[in-house]
């Protein structure tokens, strides 16, 4: 998980062509990145109010003093319109939990740790 600062594009970028290719388009969702490969799936957290969007890495940045540009539809979900800069953690997403519904809540649990068992509830008998 990465933690920094998020920006958003203004509706003046519509129409340009990103680094993938395609066109960029303010109403869809979708970020720029230098730090994700392009193509790849992203969940984004604001810290502040914990709302979180997935996100097509489709392009990449001219500065690095941010960690992710979101297209203005991203930022609205994530309510940091008036706010215009915010802080953020991002995670890629694993394979197994694109497309799922929950993919953001999931993002971001805690790794489960497994403990080693003593014996009970095993069907393992003890020496």
Known sequence: MLS???SF?????????TASGEHFDHQTI???S?????????????ILSARCVVVRINDRMGHRSRL??????AA???GM???GVTEVEVVALPKYLKGHENACLLAFLPPLHL????????GIAKK
Request: cysteine-free.
């Open 4 to 6: 920094g600062r998020a």
């Open 9 to 17: 594009y203004g509706t003046a970028f519509s129409g340009r062509k």
């Open 30 to 32: 979708s970020a720029a």
């Open 34 to 46: 230098n730090r994700f490969p392009l193509g790849s799936l992203v969940a984004v957290r604001r």
């Open 68 to 73: 992710i540009d979101l297209s203005r539809e």
């Open 76 to 78: 609205v979900r994530l």
């Open 81 to 83: 319109i008036e706010a």
């Open 115 to 122: 403990h080693a068992s003593d014996g009970q509830d095993t």
